[in-house]
């Protein structure tokens, strides 16, 4: 992507700013932040690695039953702790927060 990046540079004026986030610095992160950017300060974010307490769930259910499955789960302690749910738009993720509001859940 190297010919992209150069392209998409030299088409920002001579003064930005940039972030770049990755979860995992390679050697392409190294050269890619070469190309871009000027004295790059790199931040390691440093945790605890605690086994067993991430969980990853999926579940495929027909559009009737999703909120009503994500209830359950959430109100009989199958779920704790912090949770993320992915949906597919900013209009279903809004109904989702709705629903959850009018069981006090949050």
Do not use: W
Not at 7 to 15: C, D, E, R, T, W
Not at 57 to 82: A, E, N, P
Request: hydrophobic share 40%.
């Amino acid at each position: 992507y190297e010919e992209d990046i150069e392209g998409v540079a030299s088409q920002l004026p001579n003064i930005f700013q940039a972030m770049l986030l990755s979860a995992t610095l390679g050697e392409e992160v190294d050269r890619l932040k070469g190309m871009v950017m000027h004295s790059p300060v790199t931040l390691k974010l440093e945790e605890d690695a605690k086994e067993g307490e991430l969980s990853q769930f999926s579940l495929r259910c027909s559009d009737g039953d999703k909120f009503l499955i994500s209830y359950v789960l959430l109100k009989l302690g199958i779920l704790t702790g912090k949770v993320i749910f992915f949906v597919n738009d900013v209009d279903r993720c809004y109904s989702l927060k709705l629903f959850f509001e009018q069981f006090s859940i949050r």
